[in-house]
């Protein structure tokens, strides 16, 4: 099979915003592209103008598919009232409409000529090329790996959760192996063993794929390339080798960013000291020779004119300069912890006999200062009701919790409390400083636009109100880091900072999440929750 699509200078715009201007791109035939960039850029929305579910403002996107093209969105697109099996015709219904093709094609097979018997048997080829023949077989087998094989065919949408509505439409858009495959987050909902399923599927995937996903290790050992659309300028930019490529990529643009800047700085410095001091250098005072005060003078109006000159040079080249500034690279994240080292006795947080009603029932727990905890299990096992618990957001039905430190918090939902309040002045809210002083700290952590710094925090989408969480986090010194899922909503390379942050950082951390780069990486200790409580200890003998 052989896919062509292409995107030529397309440009998308919503209520007056624009989300894509004049973006183009080119996706070989055989390609599995990963499509990353912030919340909101504009990922899902590229999606859907390739599956041709959204019409461009301007250019042209071509798809030309001989086997189909399958699109997997963030909800399934269909009512309540359809049945499991709707949704499984659904996604088979390219491959319904061959087979009812063929079979009105094989009524006339005595008299369709030999135009007639070719297309018939280019029918035949996308049908085996698709292996539509066991098309409900692997969608029953699929189900089975995504753990919804129970779900029986006449169950209403409206009865199950919607977990299991994705999990549903990824079965079926993978069973009817279209040629284009296009993927919106298809991580979502997924376990650990449903995550393993899925690559090796995708790697097997014989056609071209198209994912949006913020999964970094489904990036690292499946996208042969990578696309990220720019929310902040509204284009895309194509990286051909992977994500470890892209990653490449990234560090060497901020380094080229540093370079620039460097520069800049340094011609502004020179031009500064020429108009200030060299541009004057042009002969050195002497007396007068031969009581020739007249060309001693007319030498003086030369030299004059000559400096006047050079200084409006080294002005003008300033002013060339300044119009067009090269802007300081944000600073690296970085988290900061007290000098002193914090608790004397290494314990900067104890629970004992913790309970909190059908969530939580913690016998004992020891948070040692510099301490590496990594608190696991499925959702519901009562990993964040532990962490509100431990930061003093949650008081427990019973037990005690000691803290002793400073504690860092950053929740996995964040509830805005002031929404008419600016980005700057809900950052800036408990700190010492002037207001220029907050606005420098915060341009500088890289979060926030200057244009982003009077917005309402109301106005914020969920990735930039996390940013602002995180932001607020990164100018605190703590003893310990209490991080609900810190990784949610952030972009890829934010998160490899955050990753790298936390790797300098010499408090103690106790993390929830789900990430499995994060998890695959962590070299600290691990805390299983099941049902709210630990695992437990067996007595010794």
Request: with cysteine; charged share 25%; hydrophobic share 40%.
């Amino acid at each position: 099979m052989s896919t062509q699509l292409a995107i030529r200078s397309v440009s998308k715009s919503f209520a007056h915003c624009r989300v894509l201007d004049a973006v183009s791109a080119t996706v070989r035939s055989g390609e599995r592209v990963g499509v990353v960039g912030e919340n909101g850029s504009g990922k899902s929305t590229l999606l859907r103008l390739i599956a041709g579910q959204e019409r461009p403002d301007d250019g042209e996107i071509v798809v030309e598919v001989r086997g189909g093209v399958g699109h997997l969105g963030q909800v399934l697109d269909l009512p309540t009232t359809a049945t499991v099996g709707d949704a499984i015709d659904a996604a088979l219904a390219e491959i319904r409409d061959l087979q009812r093709t063929i079979a009105e094609a094989e009524q006339h097979l005595g008299d369709a000529g030999d135009a007639g018997l070719a297309a018939y048997g280019e029918l035949l080829t996308t049908l085996e090329l698709r292996d539509a023949y066991r098309a409900d077989a692997k969608v029953a087998a699929a189900m089975s790996e995504l753990g919804i094989g129970h779900l029986d065919r006449d169950r209403p949408l409206g009865t199950i959760s919607g977990g299991q509505q994705a999990r549903l439409a990824l079965a079926g858009v993978l069973s009817a192996e279209p040629e284009l495959l296009l993927l919106d987050e298809p991580t979502n909902h997924l376990d650990a063993q449903a995550l393993s399923w899925l690559e090796d599927r995708l790697l097997a995937h014989r056609g071209t794929l198209v994912m949006v996903t913020h999964d970094r290790l489904l990036l690292e050992r499946v996208a042969t390339a990578i696309i990220e659309v720019d929310g902040d300028r509204h284009r895309i930019t194509r990286c051909g080798n992977g994500y470890a490529g892209y990653l490449d990529e990234k560090r060497a643009a901020r380094q080229r960013w540093e370079q620039r800047y460097a520069e800049w700085v340094g011609e502004i410095e020179r031009w500064t000291q020429w108009g200030a001091t060299t541009a004057y250098r042009v002969a050195p005072g002497r007396a007068i020779k031969d009581h020739n005060k007249c060309k001693y003078n007319g030498d003086g109006r030369r030299v004059q004119a000559s400096i006047s000159t050079r200084v409006r040079s080294a002005a003008e080249r300033l002013d060339r300069l300044r119009v067009e500034p090269v802007p300081r690279p944000p600073d690296p994240l970085r988290l900061n912890a007290p000098l002193s080292g914090g608790v004397a006795d290494g314990t900067v947080i104890e629970l004992s006999d913790v309970t909190v009603a059908g969530r939580l029932a913690v016998d004992h727990l020891v948070v040692s200062s510099g301490e590496r905890l990594i608190v696991t299990g499925p959702n519901g096992a009562g990993k964040s009701t532990l962490l509100a618990v431990a930061a003093g957001e949650l008081r427990p039905d019973s037990g005690t919790v000691t803290r002793d430190g400073r504690i860092g918090y950053l929740p996995q939902e964040h509830t805005v409390r002031h929404p008419e309040r600016s980005v700057l002045a809900t950052f800036a809210q408990g700190r010492v400083g002037t207001t220029d002083e907050h606005a420098e700290r915060l341009r500088s952590l890289g979060l926030f636009a200057e244009s982003d710094l009077r917005t309402p925090v109301g106005s914020l989408s969920v990735g930039q109100q996390r940013r602002l969480a995180l932001a607020r986090l990164l100018v605190c010194e703590v003893d310990v880091l209490l991080l609900d899922e810190p990784t949610n909503h952030l972009s890829l390379t934010l998160v490899e900072e955050l990753e790298a942050a936390l790797a300098d950082y010499s408090g103690a951390v106790v993390v929830v999440s789900h990430d499995r780069l994060l998890r695959s990486r962590w070299y600290g200790e691990e805390l299983e929750l099941d049902g709210g409580r630990p695992p437990a200890v067996p007595m010794a003998a």
